[in-house]
């Protein structure tokens, strides 16, 4: 069994930064993509940033710029810096992996629980 846990979200002023960190755990060979999703209220899911085992990284016009996004391979970890937060990127913020659990099992894709960002004006 998989496990993903983030944390870091919380209420920052607009402005300012917050960290999150999502780390994985449990029956894991390999980890493929790692990304950070999120979700407004009243809108569909959204990815915000993607990066590959080797570090190569994409991610939304709304957040380059002000996010970054980085991972530590020795930890199964993927983070997410934000800076210049803005109201709009309120939301609950998802991680996401791509993990094989076996040498020989198909990649699958597991979700964290969520983590609530919200940004005041």
């Known amino acids: 069994q998989v496990q993903l846990v983030e944390s870091g979200g919380g209420l920052v002023q607009a402005g300012g930064s917050l960290r999150l960190s999502c780390a994985a755990s449990?029956?894991?060979?390999?980890?493929?993509?790692m990304a950070w999703y999120r979700q407004a209220p009243g809108k569909q899911r959204e990815l915000v940033a993607r990066?590959?085992?080797?570090?190569?990284?994409n991610g939304a016009d709304s957040v380059k710029g002000r996010f970054t996004i980085s991972r530590d391979n020795t930890k199964n970890t993927v983070y997410l810096q934000m800076n210049s937060l803005k109201p709009e990127d309120t939301g609950v913020y998802y991680c996401?992996?791509?993990?094989?659990?076996?040498?020989?099992?198909?990649?699958?894709?597991?979700w964290g629980q969520g983590t609530q960002v919200t940004v005041s004006s």
């Open positions: 996401y992996a791509n993990i094989k659990t076996t040498p020989w099992a198909i990649p699958g894709s597991y």
């Open positions: 990066i590959t085992t080797g570090g190569t990284t």
């Open positions: 449990g029956s894991i060979d390999s980890i493929n993509a």
